[in-house]
């Protein structure tokens, strides 16, 4: 019987697989993942103030690499995004440059256990996250994974995620470390992974397009701040050499920035 059923398993991924090869299917596929998130998708995830509270006690004062004020909600509104296009509580997910898991909190609370896997060179960040504002026991029940890698590398874990995440890191990172993420996404992907990646356009006059070779902002390695732009153009066309697909959305993103969605072409 488990040999009858793996078969049955094969001829339905296969049957799938040769229905994804139609654009028309794709785009149908794509346009039901943009569902408004219900309520019940969202259910039994904590309120927001109880977080805010918390983050309040040790980002007030301090800069924790994310605005204080509106901390909570603009975390909950990623794992909304993710939601609209496609995620479910079995996905997949790497959070990369997850922080004091702004968005790693919800996502943690939202994932089935073994699910969500976190990015985060700057140590003292991450540890004040899991420490402070994680309830007592959620790790052990959910079982995140970490890694401090400051590579640009998503292929460090050696896993195949349906979903990555890089919430602000677009508006730091300077465009060769954008080329290596991208570079190292096609290693850490499948045909149907999605990336969502927020960024703040270049132009006049919202501002000039970058093109230095260094991070720009707090970090590990630096208490500077500072955030910077690219060009919406020179993202598509890097995402196309590789064999990729992205659009920016029209759902607004933390921080007055812009979601990128970036698919297999």
Known sequence: MLVVARIRGILAWRRRERAFRSEGVRRLYRALRRLPASAAELSGLPEPAALQARFDGVGRGRFLGVPADGFAQSGRMQLVALVRVGLTRTSRVLDFGCGCLRGGYWLIHYLEPGCYFGIEPHAERL????????????????????????????????ERFDFVLADSIWTHA???????????????????????????????????DYQGDEWVGTSHESDVPGVIRHDLGWILEECRRRGLSAR??????PDSQRWIEVTRA
């Open 127 to 158: 540890a004040i996250g899991l420490e402070t504002l994680l309830e007592p026991g959620l790790a052990e029940r959910k079982r995140p994974c970490f890694d401090h890698s400051p590579d640009f590398d998503l292929a460090v874990f050696g």
């Open 248 to 253: 920016e959305l029209p759902e607004p993103a």
């Open 174 to 208: 300077a465009k060769p470390q954008i080329r290596r993420m991208l570079d190292s996404l096609i290693a850490a992907s499948h045909a149907r992974t999605t990336l969502l990646a927020t960024y703040l356009p270049a132009g006049t006059p919202l501002g000039p």
